[in-house]
């Protein structure tokens, strides 16, 4: 195999370790799913599902050397199932053209609307897509299974809640840049029990009051206003055939203080705050990580996740939870390299978290944990133009890191699971790559978890 500008001192012991155990599977092969996940025998009442949109091989590698100066210190990385994962829209992946030719991950990358879709939905579709297929046509979410089953359902996200991610676990449109119809479609329609994110109509990426507001990642002037004044009308979310407002919380105290005791049974949580938590504060933004102060008056992600805990473990029979650390991915397009392991950082932080409520609010045998991302953003390196790791300058110290990029690309990205039903995965994933192994499709994370809700 020809790797073109790919570095092949780091790459072809990879390759030449892994061709010997395994045949690239055809990009052409349709996978066999239905005997594949039969017959295991188990189920789950949880699923949290923790995205790092953005994310890559090497976007992890680079925190744990910025963090803690060495490789493999997250706990994620430790989970028993690890795996890549594919990301295209339409189309398929081709190992054998993308370790050929260092260019071939930029082109037609998926986006994080049509990558999403597909990890809730379980089919594919075209980029900016909300939770519609190739034609359109409204597809059923698994958020919508565990609803079904009358279990809690929730999206947290780092940015704003109307944004790709969280709208496509929730959400129907034909476009993502649709911002007002899908945060009142979220708000109104949809039977979610927490839905938790940026997007405040009347504070800048800074938390200061803006001189011009705006309400369209809320559903408009009318919307908000009703959600302050609780009229806004609302669905029917736990089945009592009673419409259920929202509680909604904004001070930072709040978040803190409602992660653990009583907590209401729907919550929306909007920081003060208006793109991101942080990684869209003002400062240099290209400065080293945490040069440049935080924004004191937001939660974090984690904060923000022990919120949701706590509101959907109110449903005795389960729940379903996504939570995005969405701003890897704006930090990824901006080439900001501090920003990134800031920003993953906190993603790291919040899954230390949900693994500490698992072990303490619950089980590895009645929860299942998904750590994964949606697409890798700027196509990060240690070497311009060539395909290697960053490279380890010492906890506390910047990484040396490229970016080939400010898009998505089409990359293989890692895959993490613990828990009930985690090993379904790697029954799942029986396609092959030279250099990351086996590998399952974003479409077929919904596959395991319906075949564990059935």
Request: glycine content about 10%; aromatic content about 8%.
């Amino acid at each position: 195999m020809k790797l073109g500008k790919f570095n092949k001192t780091a790459v072809s012991a990879l390759i030449m370790a892994s061709m010997a155990a395994a045949m690239v599977v055809p990009a052409a092969a349709a996978p066999v799913v239905s005997d594949k996940i039969t017959g295991n025998g188990k189920d789950v009442k949880n699923v949290i599902l923790l995205i790092s949109d953005g994310w890559g091989y090497n976007q992890i590698l680079a925190t744990d050397y910025y963090n803690d100066g060495k490789a493999g210190t997250q706990r994620y990385e430790k989970f028993p199932t690890k795996l890549a994962m594919s990301t295209y829209s339409v189309g398929s992946y081709d190992p054998e053209t993308i370790w050929a030719d260092f260019d071939a991950v930029k082109v037609k990358p998926t986006d994080s609307a049509a990558a999403g879709t597909a990890m809730s939905t379980g089919e594919k579709t075209y980029d900016a897509a909300i939770g519609v297929d190739l034609e359109k046509e409204d597809l059923v979410h698994i958020a919508s299974d565990f609803e079904a089953l009358g279990r809690a359902t929730g999206v947290v996200s780092s940015v704003q809640f109307s944004h790709a991610t969280p709208a496509s676990f929730v959400a129907h449109n034909a476009s993502r840049n649709s911002y007002s119809e899908i945060a009142n479609e979220m708000l109104m329609e949809s039977g979610t029990d927490v839905i938790i994110g940026a997007g405040h109509p009347v504070y800048d990426d800074n938390g200061n009051v803006r001189t011009k507001l705006e309400y369209k990642y809320v559903g408009g002037e009318d919307t908000w206003n009703a959600l302050l004044n609780g009229s806004l009308s609302t669905a029917d979310a736990n089945g009592d055939g009673t419409s259920d407002k929202w509680e909604m919380i904004q001070l930072k105290s709040e978040f803190e203080e409602l992660q653990t005791g009583n907590a209401p049974n729907r919550l929306l949580g909007i920081p003060q705050v208006a793109t991101t938590l942080q990684q869209s504060r003002n400062g240099d933004g290209k400065a080293n990580a945490y040069t440049v102060p935080l924004n004191a008056d937001v939660p974090t992600l984690e904060v923000m996740t022990n919120v949701a805990l706590n509101v959907l473990d109110n449903n005795e029979e389960g729940f379903f939870l996504m939570v995005e650390g969405g701003a890897i991915d704006w930090a990824g397009h901006a080439n900001q390299s501090g920003r990134v392991i800031e920003e993953q950082t906190d993603f790291n932080n919040d899954v230390d978290a949900v693994c500490d409520w698992v072990e303490n609010n619950s089980s590895w045998s009645e929860t299942l944990v998904i750590v994964t991302g949606d697409h890798e953003t700027g196509y990060l390196t240690g070497t311009a133009g060539v395909y290697d790791k960053v490279v380890n300058q010492g906890a506390g110290n910047m990484p040396i890191m490229a970016w080939n990029s400010g898009d998505h690309t089409n990359q293989l990205i890692p895959f993490f699971a613990k828990g009930a039903g985690a090993e379904l995965f790697k029954k799942l994933a029986d396609q092959q790559d030279p250099v990351r192994g086996a590998y399952l499709d974003n479409t077929e994370l919904v596959l395991a978890i319906r075949a564990l809700l059935n």
